[in-house]
């Protein structure tokens, strides 16, 4: 079983940052990734970032030079982190941390961000 603890959500001025926190632990593989998700209202799932067994990073369309991706592995213990620049109305919705390995996938609880004018 793999654990994910998301934290750092919150609410900003369009234009502001907010860094994203996600802690894993459990049985994680070494073939393991990770990433982030968002979900706005009324609309379906979508890839942010993610990161990669083998350390590549993708991102969505619409946080590209505005977002990046972190990760560090240590103990058997993936701490994921997000720094989110020049945040847009858009960005809104609940952040998810995802980590997949070839046992299972795995989502935290999600942590909302809010982005107003």
């Known amino acids: 079983q793999v654990q994910l603890t998301e934290s750092g959500g919150g609410s900003v001025q369009a234009g502001g940052s907010l860094r994203l926190s996600c802690e894993a632990s459990?049985?994680?593989?070494?073939?393991?990734?990770i990433g982030w998700f968002r979900q706005a209202p009324g609309k379906e799932r979508e890839k942010v970032a993610i990161?990669?067994?083998?350390?590549?990073?993708?991102?969505g369309d619409s946080v590209k030079g505005r977002f990046t991706i972190s990760r560090d592995r240590d103990n058997g213990k993936i701490s994921l982190w997000m720094q989110m620049n020049s945040l847009k109305l858009e960005d809104t919705g609940i952040y998810y941390c995802?980590?997949?390995?070839?046992?299972?996938?795995?989502w935290g609880q999600g942590t909302q961000v809010t982005v107003s004018s």
């Open positions: 995802n980590l997949w390995q070839p046992n299972g996938d795995y």
């Open positions: 990161i990669t067994d083998g350390g590549r990073t993708t991102y």
């Open positions: 459990g049985t994680i593989s070494k073939l393991a990734g």
